[in-house]
């Protein structure tokens, strides 16, 4: 049985997160309530441990439902992966989690402290845009590196820290000697520490990637949402990345979206399938994918 029917089997105390909190108001001013009042005798996962609860997610392009009633839980400390067919609606799931694309309709709660569940910590993610979705503490990378590659690394990651004073603060300031310090603690961990003068537009394209998740560090996130971190990478910078990813579990919550099936398989212990913008089935590598609905979704996308 999945986790998500596990969950959603659990029964007693299922409640929406919000029906807990009473309609407060969080600390950016987002209104905890549900959008759609109906979904609150909807089921929901416990109403405590859990960072993300995605239901009924759907997003329509010209009649097409690129997310179609899709639904999921993640818990706080979960490195999860996301896979299935080109097309399956996953990029378009974290456009919507990070307030740049607005669903249809359903409901998506981020909760940035579980273990201290309130309402200054819960926020509606279907009201926020995408400054207020980094503020609450997720960091997305895209799948194309947007590093500035006029930039050293070190002014990239400084960039990154000082994103809310602007551009012409951040590169003319200095770090205060902690945020300097937690600087080179992000150098290190992205394997960039010789690098930090070198400008961005030479590293290579794993090197780029790396930079991007360490200014995605810089900002202290709770939740991390990476797509396709690998894709284009050469097997040392694979093999680099799994361990990077080794290093983040367990202080951040992180979310990655991939194709390369060896590298699932070395990082992740649950992986969530989607196909035509719905959750198919979740569970180990191995168990999806022997599934047979995941064989078939796949050859049907090929
Ligand atoms: N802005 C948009 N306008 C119109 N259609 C879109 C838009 N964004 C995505 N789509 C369509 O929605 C569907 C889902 O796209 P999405 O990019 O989410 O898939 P994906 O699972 O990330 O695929 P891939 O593995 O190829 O990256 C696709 O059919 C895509 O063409
Ligand atoms: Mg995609």
């Given at each position: 049985?999945s ?9 007693a ?5 919000s ?12 209104k ?8 609150e ?28 009633n ?13 896979i ?12 919507v ?8 309709s ?5 909760c ?10 819960m926020?509606?993610?279907l009201e926020?845009?995408?400054v ?6 997720i960091?997305?990378?895209?799948q ?10 070190a ?10 004073k ?7 300031a ?7 310090e ?24 794993g090197q ?9 560090l810089?900002?202290r ?5 990476l ?5 284009g990478?050469?097997?040392e910078?694979?093999?680099?990345t799994?361990?990077?990813?080794h290093?983040?579990?367990?202080k ?17 212990s ?18 999806v994918?022997s ?12």
């Amino acid at each position: 049985m999945s986790p998500l029917n596990t969950l959603r089997q659990s029964g007693a105390a299922l409640r929406h997160p919000s029906a807990a909190l009473g309609g407060a108001v969080s600390k950016l001013g987002h209104k905890v309530l549900p959008r759609h009042h109906h979904k609150e005798q909807q089921q929901a996962p416990q109403g405590r441990g859990m960072m993300l609860y995605v239901e009924d997610l759907t997003v329509s392009f010209d009649g097409f439902k690129a997310l179609n009633n899709l639904t999921f839980y993640l818990r706080a400390g979960e490195l999860r992966c996301f896979i299935g067919p080109n097309g399956a609606g996953k990029t378009t799931m974290m456009d919507v989690l990070t307030g740049k694309t607005r669903p249809d309709s359903g409901s998506a709660y981020f909760c940035s402290d579980p273990v201290h569940e309130s309402a200054d910590n819960m926020f509606n993610l279907l009201e926020m845009d995408e400054v207020d979705v980094v503020q609450a503490g997720i960091g997305r990378k895209f799948q194309k590196p947007s590093v500035i590659e006029s930039l050293t690394v070190a002014q990239n990651l400084e960039l990154a820290q000082e994103h809310n004073k602007g551009v012409f603060h951040a590169l003319t300031a200095k770090l205060h000697p902690h945020e300097r310090e937690f600087m080179e603690e992000i150098l290190e961990r992205i394997r960039l520490s010789s690098k930090r003068n070198v400008l961005a537009g030479i590293l290579s394209h794993g090197q780029k990637q790396w930079l991007e998740i360490g200014m995605l560090l810089m900002q202290r996130p709770r939740l991390i949402m990476l797509d396709e971190p690998v894709a284009g990478m050469t097997p040392e910078e694979i093999e680099m990345t799994i361990d990077l990813l080794h290093d983040l579990e367990g202080k951040h919550t992180i979310m990655v979206i991939e194709h390369d099936m060896a590298f699932i398989r070395a990082i992740s212990s649950l992986v969530t399938v989607l196909n035509a913008g719905s959750v198919l089935c979740e569970g180990t590598i191995d168990e999806v994918s022997s599934d047979p609905q995941v064989i078939t979704a796949y050859l049907g996308s090929a």
